[in-house]
């Protein structure tokens, strides 16, 4: 097998990244088309980095510390 096929994917599609951050995909569509999401289109798909997410979540949690 071939490195590509025997490695998790990183990059998932809306319906993977809905599963993964437990969020409804329309609430994926919108803050994606918003830029609050970082992601990019590949044709006329979304597509999203796993460890671009996983520092987005970081960075999220961080704000959110500071916040309080």
């Not at 969020?23 to 994606?32: D, F, L, P, R």
């Amino acid at each position: 097998m071939t490195e590509i096929t025997t490695r998790k994917p990183s990059l998932m599609t809306v319906d993977e990244l809905a599963k993964y951050l437990r969020m409804k995909k329309v609430t994926i569509y919108k803050h994606a088309q918003e830029g609050k999401l970082p992601g990019f289109k590949v044709g006329s798909t979304w597509r999203f980095k796993k460890s671009t997410i996983d520092r987005w979540i970081e960075a999220q949690e961080n704000t959110n510390k500071e916040r309080k």
